[in-house]
């Protein structure tokens, strides 16, 4: 069964840093390109970042501005977000997804964690 | 590239056929995939290719499309139907959704 576990979520201030991470299970991983998708409060959904199975290829939505860094280690099953500069705005549950190595699809999506900016 | 769903929001009952359409900005080919969303959990997958079934969904879902406009269709509408469904382009970065439709019981 294919698990995703996100955590790192929390509270933090505008203008500090988080680190998300994913915890995979169930597929193999370095089989798959992974993406960050989240969604703010009672709001629809946005892409934040995909990374392909070995980094060599990434891509970020443009609201990042170099703010956001996604990583993976595949020795570990594991997938991360570092978000700088957070933003009031950049508050949203953050969703780990699994690409489904068909068409960028997203064919399993982790429960979410919830980041909150805010003085 | 931009999505655009509609209706925003919609009620039907439980055995009506509903047809929810996303329209892109530019051509995308078949490049679209829909997902359902309840609330408090993640989306979930129903088609990918605009209209291939993704494994385990009920058959009642389908989609059609190709280059600017596409529409899921349910039907027969299911009392466990009821949520938001979200498209999304999987044919240029960065990849978008559009804005959902909230499916509700009349």
């Known amino acids: 069964e294919v698990q995703l576990v996100e955590s790192g979520g929390g509270l933090v201030q505008p203008g500090r840093s988080l680190r998300l991470s994913c915890a995979a299970s169930g597929f193999t991983f370095d089989d798959f390109a992974m993406h960050w998708v989240r969604q703010a409060p009672g709001k629809g959904l946005e892409w934040v970042s ?39 705005e950049d508050t949203a549950f953050y969703y780990c997804v699994k690409d489904s190595a068909l068409d960028l699809s997203l064919d399993y999506w982790g429960q979410g964690t919830l980041v909150t900016v805010s003085s | 590239i931009q999505l655009t769903q509609s209706p925003s929001s919609l009620s039907a009952s439980v055995g009506d056929r509903v047809t929810i359409t996303c329209r892109a900005s530019q051509g995308i080919r078949s490049s679209l995939a829909w997902y359902q969303q309840k609330p408090g959990k993640a989306p979930k997958l129903l088609i990918y290719a605009a209209s291939t079934l993704q494994s385990g ?8 499309g190709f280059g600017t406009d596409f529409i899921l269709t349910i039907s027969s509408l299911q009392p466990e139907d009821f949520a938001t469904y979200y498209c999304q382009q999987l044919d240029t970065y960065p990849l978008t959704f559009g804005g959902g439709t909230k499916v509700e019981i009349k």
């Not at chain 1, 860094?69 to 957070?86: G, P, W």
Request: charged fraction near 20%; glycine fraction near 10%.
């Open chain 2, 57 to 64: 969904v009920p058959s009642r879902f389908s989609g059609s």
């Open chain 1, 50 to 88: 995909s990374i392909s199975r070995n980094s060599g290829s990434i891509g970020y939505g443009d609201f990042v501005k170099g703010r956001f860094t996604v990583s993976r280690d595949n020795a570990k099953n594991s997938l991360y977000l570092q978000m700088d500069s957070l933003r009031v």
